[in-house]
């Protein structure tokens, strides 16, 4: 039986400019085939059980050639299997993409198209340049500036500057000098403005903004490259006035989020908003611990203590697994190791009643040694690896206390070698480290990455010491919350 292949439309590498419908369809994915062009931040999107097939062609270099690919999607479709065949922009701008849905009309495939933000549209905006604009021009024209493979590049440039509309070039860097000195035998005054954005809508974008007669040059001396478009008109003169992306306070800054997958959202997704690039490696995952050995009477327990947001569904879980609910902690008070944690618990509806000023174990349990009276007793929730520092602090206190562990943290085998090649390029600013098992997972994932390259931005003491062990470049949140370390990478660029 068939199964059903889905063309999706990427955008130009901003996550943000995916659609709705393509984030639903990916995450559906039994199989992703991908272009060179789609978006690191997209790519991390895909099911981690996903069967992911790289096609990625660059220019004059097609590892897998598109009848190959035209067949992949045909075999994986009738193998029964849900097939996203993401390409970067929009599928049917320049992208094959009618040729590979023709390919699957001839052999019988279900399939679906989702349009993608282009280039031609996205990149000019984030580099300060509306494409039309009533007091230069009413039309835009976008062109491919590169030949089919053997063959040779026709535009009829006379045509397409009698339109007087904005010219988008795609995909011509590499025929620069034929696309300018074609506009100029055509009539192009040579000081009409002109402009190239490379990397558009990436957090190292770059922008040039010149004239039809000295483009060219100037793209060679500041070394641009592709991926990058063209664009030709006086709606480049805007760039200045109009640009806000180059202007956000992380544009250019390349920030790793070591975070697990289902916590890194908040920090990765606040960081873009700044307009850093984020590369998310998630190096640690929790595994809730099936069945967790609670203690038999919870009546007995006047105190409960969550050491992280992770330990609050994983106790109602475990809860669940011993054959009752939260009523049975019913009468306890909770203390919580910071805001996140208490956040999380006040999704269950119930309030932290005690959190530290400072959000680590060691204020924890100092402030339980204040707290709590000498015939009351703690029940601990947390990880299997926990700090002994919690547990050894309440002892020397006085404080009783069980502890059962209803998760556990396990080092995730990401793939490393991409990072570690931004690394050894020196194109990583910042690794920011929410736990200590973060930085011990991160150097096994990454063995051979040269860890004093950047600065690492650890949550807390604890952290920080890790990272010191490894020799990193550490900056240190003066608390330990999201709002910090986001302050500390500010403070440092």
Not at 199 to 218: D, I
Not at 456 to 476: E, L, R
Request: aromatic content about 6%; hydrophobic content about 45%; glycine content about 10%.
């Amino acid at each position: 039986m068939n199964g059903k292949v889905i063309l999706v439309g990427a955008g130009p590498g901003d996550k943000g400019l995916l659609t709705l419908r393509g984030a639903e369809v990916l995450q559906n994915a039994e199989v992703v085939v991908y272009d060179r062009l789609v978006g690191a931040d997209v790519l991390a999107m895909i099911p981690d059980d996903a069967e992911r097939i790289d096609v990625g062609k660059q220019s004059n270099r097609h590892p897998v050639p598109q009848e190959r690919i035209n067949e992949i999607l045909v075999e994986k479709a009738r193998e029964g299997k849900q097939v996203v065949r993401l390409k970067g922009g929009d599928c049917y701008l320049f992208g094959r993409g009618g040729e590979e849905v023709e390919e699957l009309v001839t052999a019988g495939v279900p399939f679906e198209v989702v349009p993608g933000v282009t280039s031609a549209m996205s990149a000019p905006a984030y580099a300060g340049i509306p494409v039309t604009h009533r007091d230069f021009c009413s039309s835009v024209h976008i062109v491919t500036a590169h030949a089919k493979r053997g063959g040779e590049l026709h535009i009829d440039f006379e045509s397409l500057l009698k339109t007087g509309g904005t010219l988008v070039f795609l995909m011509g860097v590499s025929a620069l000098g034929f696309v300018m000195n074609g506009l100029l035998a055509a009539g192009a005054p040579p000081d009409l403005p002109a402009a190239v954005v490379e990397n558009g809508t990436r957090y190292n974008q770059r922008r040039l903004v010149a004239t039809v007669g000295t483009l060219e040059r100037k793209t060679e001396e500041m070394g641009l490259q592709s991926p990058a478009i063209i664009l030709v008109g006086k709606v480049c003169t805007l760039a200045d006035t109009l640009d806000w992306f180059s202007k956000l306070p992380l544009h250019g800054k390349h920030v790793v989020v070591t975070r697990p997958r289902e916590r890194a959202g908040t920090l990765a997704d606040r960081l873009r908003a700044l307009g850093a690039g984020v590369t998310e490696y998630p190096c640690i995952e929790t595994v809730e611990t099936p069945e967790a050995p609670l203690p038999d009477d919870l009546r007995a327990y006047h105190w409960v203590v969550l050491t992280s947001p992770a330990g609050v569904p994983a106790m109602r879980h475990a809860l669940e697994a011993h054959g009752t609910d939260l009523r049975a902690l019913y009468g306890c008070r909770f203390a919580c190791i910071g805001q996140g944690t208490a956040k999380a618990l006040a999704e269950y509806g119930i309030r932290a009643d005690y959190v530290p000023e400072h959000f680590d174990a060691k204020h924890l349990a100092q402030g339980l040694c204040d707290i709590v009276h000498a015939d009351e007793r703690v029940l601990i929730l947390r990880a299997a690896q926990g700090t002994p520092e919690l547990t050894e602090i309440l002892t020397a206190g006085g404080v009783a206390y069980d502890e059962a562990a209803v998760y556990e943290t396990r080092y995730r085998s990401a793939q490393s070698d991409a990072l570690t090649a931004h690394i050894a390029a020196g194109t990583v600013d910042f690794v920011t480290f929410t736990s200590a098992s973060t930085v011990h997972a991160f150097v096994q994932s990454a063995p051979h990455a040269a860890v004093n390259t950047f600065r690492a931005v650890c949550i807390g003491d604890a952290t920080a010491a890790a990272a010191k062990t490894y020799g990193m470049n550490i900056i240190t949140a003066k608390n330990a919350t999201i709002d910090d370390m986001i302050a500390c990478i500010l403070e440092g660029s």
